[in-house]
C-alpha cells in the first residue's frame, strides 16, 4: 500500500517515527501524525494552515496544573469543584513538584525493530487514508487524505479541540481537498 502514497504523504508518515521519538513515545499515534503533517508540505499541510493552524498549536498544548488544560479545569469548576483550593491543599500536601506533569521517558533503544513502530490508531488512520483516497477518486494518498483519515478515526484531546475550534470538520477537509487536488489534477 506504501506504494500509493505520494511524496510528501510519505515524508510525513516516515517522519512521524521521528517525531514520535523526539517526544519520547515508543510508537507512532495520531497526534505524531498531525504534528508531522502541520509540520510538512503539500495539500493536507495547506488546509490546516489556510485555517491558521500551525505546528507550535499542536504541539505543545497550554497546560495548567497538574498537566490540565483549560478544558478539563473549566469541566472540574462546572461540576462545583474549587480548583484553586484543590490545587493548594495538593501542593501543601506533595510539595510544589506534586502538581507538575510527569516527565516523559526515552524509548528504551533495541537493536533492530520488533512490530510496527505504528500503534493500533495510526495503522487504521494509514487504513483509512486509502479509502479516503478511493473515495475521493484520486490515483494516489495525499497528505489531505491522510488528514481526512485522521478525522474519521478520531483525534486525542487537545488535537481534535484545536481542529474543531477551527471549523476543520471531515466535511470541511473534504470539500477543501477536493478543490485543492481536482483543480491540480
Known sequence: MFERFSRTARAV???AVATAAEQGDAKVGPAHLLL???RSEGAGARILADA???PAMLADP???PAGLNDRELHALRAVGIDTDALF???EEAFGPQGLAPPERLAPVRRRGRLGSPF???AKKVLELSLRETIAAGHDAID???LLLALLRQGLPEPAASVLASRGLTHAEVLR???ALLDRAA
Open 88 to 90: 493548594r491543599r495538593l
Open 176 to 178: 477543501r481537498t477536493r
Open 62 to 64: 497550554p497546560a495548567g
Open 119 to 121: 500503534d493500533a490508531r
Open 143 to 145: 497528505s489531505a487524505h
Open 36 to 38: 508531522t503533517l502541520a
Open 52 to 54: 491558521g493552524i500551525t
Open 13 to 15: 508518515v516516515s517522519d
